[in-house]
């Protein structure tokens, strides 16, 4: 497709249990985040890839979260022994060399994690 | 360090009437400033940005932004709201120099139109 394609759009999951999120970027895009958007709390940077370089993952709350990009396109955030706490929407955006390219970020349309 | 601050949380406009959405930014260098909108169940759409050029920006949807660094203010403006304008919308600051990569984004502000 053209955009932003992330998968699953809603995951029900019990608290203590790993759950994948996947992200597929638009094609020739280099540059790709992971952002959390909880309920009153706006949107929170997770994780930054850049081609080739080591990711940015600064913004990782906690070592329960990772992520990785294989062969420079889709991309899996991992949270693993998931916490209410981590029920939230996971956003994933690409770009044309990030920020020193145009700036502007395509944003996929999220997928809904429920902790129970 | 950067910040964005959006003033109101919550908008309600009638459809036909202006719209003004505020937001106060806090960069130690020259920042890159956009505007993005999220429709319900849908992702963040760029409405536009500046970037150091011109300080009016016009973006998609008759939307547009005045950068005035005296105030640290890129408020959004329509003359005139259109039921489609029902959204939630984001200020967003980049700084390079500051932050790297990440973009840091406003509350966000919920549109409500009114027929």
């Known amino acids: 497709g053209a955009g932003v394609s992330q998968s699953p759009s809603n995951k029900v999951t019990e608290k203590g249990k790993d759950v994948e999120l996947r992200c597929d970027p638009i094609?020739?895009?280099?540059?790709l985040y992971w952002y959390r958007q909880s309920l009153g709390q706006g949107l929170e940077f997770l994780i930054y890839?850049?081609?080739?370089?080591?990711?940015?993952k600064s913004g990782l709350p906690s070592d329960r979260f990772s992520a990785e990009r294989t062969g420079g396109s889709v991309s899996t955030l991992t949270i693993q022994r998931t916490q209410q706490e981590d029920s939230a929407v996971y956003l994933c955006?690409?770009?044309?060399?990030?920020?020193?390219?145009?700036?502007?970020?395509?944003f996929g349309e999220g997928s809904r994690l429920t902790v129970l | 360090a950067q910040s964005v601050t959006q003033l109101d949380s919550h908008v309600s406009v009638s459809e036909g009437t202006p719209v003004l959405l505020r937001c106060n930014y806090s960069?130690?260098?020259?920042?890159?400033l956009f505007w993005y909108v999220q429709h319900p169940n849908k992702g963040l759409q760029l409405l536009l940005k500046?970037?150091?050029?011109?300080?009016l920006v016009k973006g998609i949807n008759g939307f547009e932004a005045e950068f005035k660094k005296s105030e640290t203010s890129f408020h959004l403006t329509k003359p005139s709201a259109h039921m489609s304008d029902a959204a939630e919308y984001f200020c967003v600051v980049s700084d390079f120099k500051a932050a790297g990569n990440k973009l840091t984004f406003g509350g966000g502000t919920r549109v409500l139109v009114k027929p």
């Open positions: 094609s020739g895009h280099t540059a």
């Open positions: 960069s130690s260098y020259s920042p890159s």
């Open positions: 500046y970037t150091s050029a011109a300080t």
């Open positions: 890839f850049q081609g080739n370089s080591a990711p940015d």
């Open positions: 955006a690409s770009s044309f060399r990030g920020l020193q390219g145009t700036g502007e970020l395509f």
